[in-house]
């Protein structure tokens, strides 16, 4: 025993010693670990210096140096500019933009409309909850390629840009696509959409420091609402002031096809349905499930001190079904970027189709399809992470 300066007594640390440091269970278990670990890495480097070994008895060359070689080959869909002069590597970011954009209209198509579905599934109407059954196992029963081509086929099929369907003379659709009203400088676009997404970040943030606060002093804090919007209004303000002048042009008929606003390939719009479309019936049981997940009693006891329905909705049962809800709608989620890859089937430039060319002209096979796994990887994980970190937001916490 030892006495410290209070003249309390500790038991004497025993000397290190390889033999103490063994007999330790967690000493042990960091050691298993390390050697599975140390297995597995040496496993892939002999794996990696195998292919090598093969590939240069081939006369077949290795390694990503040919990132900076030409492309030699157009990609019809581009948010940037692109042509076969190019390198592979600038010919990759177009494809990930590509993904990214039909993967986020389809990710909010899904939510919207796996949401009214599924509280469809739950009305009191028949009419309207035999509709939403229908929809669900239609969608969810059928093959997602089979609708995908079904789309694309309806689409290329419809009546061309002269006698094209017209909503408001403003919206057309036609074979050559979706043509829509929209900013005349494509830069403002994305100026406004970041400033939307860093305006609902900054409001969200508002709100949760006002509930933390709100925890920590057991009372409501005084004007959390009018902060939360003020903090929401700030980057939106700043985005439109830079954007400005936002000048909105719509598609005309000139010649063959639509000039101006914004035109959407039917590659584009297809694959957004197929895959908005497919997820949402998966949403929507998510989103029955979550609110029947809720304690009837809770509901009836909103019912009793006269909230509305929306008001029982809003502030009783979706708080509650959000954390039955956000996990498997991550999953899903994350499905639309993995399957996002079917548009190779209907020639939309996504990353799978434009890996599959640029295996083609490059040769390199497997640097390519690493990549490409890589790049579908990362995107899944920020899409997890960000779900989860909604998830721990939507917690209702107990004090």
């Not at 093969?54 to 900076?68: C, V």
């Not at 079904?150 to 094209?164: E, G, K, S, V």
């Not at 969200?204 to 509930?211: D, E, I, V, W």
């Not at 899903?332 to 599959?356: D, H, R, T």
């Amino acid at each position: 025993m030892t006495l410290d300066p209070t003249g309390r007594r500790h038991p004497a640390r025993a000397p290190f010693s390889l033999l103490n440091a063994w007999n330790d269970v967690n000493t042990r278990a960091w050691i298993y670990q390390a050697l599975v670990v140390a297995g597995i890495l040496g496993l892939a480097a002999y794996l990696i210096a195998n292919a090598q070994h093969a590939l240069a008895k081939q006369g077949i060359s290795t390694g990503f140096s040919f990132l900076e070689s030409r492309a030699g080959f157009e990609i019809g869909e581009k948010s940037i500019a692109f042509s076969s002069t190019d390198t592979f590597l600038r010919a990759y970011g177009v494809a990930i933009l590509n993904t990214l954009k039909v993967s986020g209209a389809s990710i909010l198509l899904a939510t919207v409309v796996g949401v009214a579905v599924g509280l469809g599934r739950l009305s009191s109407n028949p009419l309207m909850r035999k509709l939403a059954s229908i929809y669900v196992e239609v969608f969810r029963n059928t093959p997602q390629l089979i609708q995908l081509v079904f789309w694309y086929t309806l689409i290329a099929n419809l009546p061309r840009p002269r006698q094209a369907l017209s909503l408001g003379e403003s919206v057309f659709l036609s074979n050559r696509g979706l043509a829509v009203p929209w900013l005349a400088d494509a830069s403002a676009a994305w100026v406004l959409v970041a400033a939307v997404l860093a305006a609902l970040a900054a409001g969200g943030a508002a709100r949760a420091l006002c509930a933390r606060l709100a925890r920590r002093r057991g009372r409501p804090v005084p004007g959390a609402t009018l902060l939360a919007l003020v903090a929401a209004a700030l980057p939106l303000a700043a985005g439109t002031a830079l954007a400005w002048p936002l000048e909105i042009t719509a598609p005309v008929l000139r010649g063959f096809n639509f000039q101006g606003g914004l035109t959407l390939s039917p590659e584009f719009v297809a694959l957004l349905l197929g895959l908005a479309l497919y997820i949402a019936a998966f949403i929507a049981e998510i989103v029955r499930s979550g609110v029947q997940s809720v304690g009837r009693g809770q509901i009836e006891a909103a019912q009793a001190v006269g909230l509305s329905r929306f008001d029982i909705y809003l502030k009783i049962v979706f708080p509650q079904a959000l954390r039955v809800m956000v996990p498997p709608a991550a999953g899903q989620y994350v499905s639309i970027i993995k399957n996002s890859s079917l548009g190779v089937a209907i020639g939309y430039p996504e990353l799978f189709n434009v890996n599959n060319t640029i295996v083609t002209l490059s040769g390199h096979t497997v640097e390519a399809i690493a990549i490409m796994m890589s790049i579908y990887l990362a995107i899944s994980f920020v899409i997890a992470a960000l779900m989860n970190l909604y998830n721990r937001y939507v917690q209702i916490r107990e004090r």
